[in-house]
C-alpha cells in the first residue's frame, strides 16, 4: 500500500517535496515512479527510483526540474519539484511494481494535489 | 521513444455492449504492455499486465490481447462502473522511461 502525503499550495518560483510511504515489506525491492496529471489531461511519466539500485531516472522533460529519492529508514519514497510555475499545478501520483521486470505498476497512492498560485 | 496512441479518443456504448479499445506502439514492444482504468477522483488502477494478463480483482469481462505493435482491451459486456478513461502503458529498458497513451474514456450511453 501506498500512501502520500496531503494537498499543498504553493507560490511561483517555490519548490514542494511530495512523500510516498511504502507499506507491507519489500521496500527495496518496490520500483517506484512518479506520475503528473495536470487538470483534464492524461498520465505523464515524470521519473522513477528502485531503492536497492539507489539511482534514480529521470523523463528528458523533467530534467533539472525534479530530484526523487529514497528512504529506507522511513520506507518512504519522496518527489521534490523545483521552481514551481502554474503550469506545475496539477496532481502527483506516486506508483509501484513490486516484482521484475517492473513493467506494470500494480500499487498506487492516493494522488497529492499541488497548486501554484501567486 | 516508443509513442502510444490510442483510439478512439472517446467511446459511447450502451450497458451490455462490447467495448474495444486499441493501443499503436510506435515500434514493436513486444508483450510488454499494460492497461489501466482511472475514474474521476481517483488513482489508475492496474487492470491487465504483459498485454494479456488480468490483475487481482479485476473482473473476467475485462480481456487484453496483441503483440509487437498493435493491442486491444475488451471489455466484453459493459457495466455502469466501467465508466472512466482507460490508458495503456508501457516500460523501456533503455534508456529506462515509462510511456503511457494518451487514453480513451469509456462512456456509457
Known amino acids: 500500500q501506498l500512501v502520500q502525503s496531503g494537498t499543498e499550495e504553493r507560490k511561483p518560483g517555490s519548490s514542494v517535496k511530495v512523500a510516498c510511504k511504502a507499506s507491507?515489506?519489500?521496500?527495496?525491492?518496490?520500483?517506484f515512479i512518479w506520475v503528473r496529471q495536470a487538470p483534464g489531461q492524461g498520465l505523464q511519466w515524470m521519473g522513477g527510483i528502485v531503492p536497492i539500485f539507489r539511482s534514480p531516472n529521470y523523463a528528458q522533460n523533467f530534467q533539472g526540474k525534479v530530484t526523487i529519492s529514497a528512504d529506507e529508514s522511513t520506507t518512504t519514497a519522496y518527489m521534490e519539484l523545483r521552481s514551481l510555475t502554474s503550469e506545475d499545478t496539477a496532481v502527483y501520483f506516486c506508483?509501484?511494481?513490486?516484482?521484475?521486470?517492473?513493467?506494470?505498476?500494480?500499487?498506487w497512492g492516493q494522488g497529492t494535489l499541488v497548486t501554484v498560485s501567486s | 521513444e516508443i509513442v502510444l496512441t490510442q483510439s478512439p479518443v472517446t467511446l459511447s456504448l450502451s450497458p451490455g455492449e462490447r467495448a474495444t479499445l486499441s493501443c499503436r506502439a510506435s515500434e514493436s514492444i513486444s508483450s510488454s504492455l499494460a492497461w489501466y482504468q482511472q475514474k474521476p477522483g481517483q488513482a489508475p488502477r492496474l487492470v491487465v499486465y504483459d498485454a494479456s494478463y488480468r490483475s487481482t480483482g479485476i473482473p473476467a469481462r475485462f480481456s487484453g490481447s496483441g503483440s509487437g505493435t498493435d493491442f486491444t482491451l475488451t471489455i466484453s459486456t459493459l457495466e455502469p462502473e466501467d465508466c472512466a478513461v482507460y490508458y495503456c502503458?508501457?516500460?523501456?529498458?533503455?534508456?529506462?522511461?515509462?510511456?503511457f497513451g494518451g487514453g480513451t474514456k469509456v462512456e456509457i450511453k
Open positions: 506508483a509501484g511494481a513490486t516484482g521484475q521486470p517492473y513493467d506494470s505498476f500494480e500499487l
Open positions: 507491507g515489506g519489500g521496500f527495496n525491492r518496490i520500483a
Open positions: 502503458q508501457h516500460r523501456t529498458n533503455w534508456p529506462p522511461e515509462v510511456t
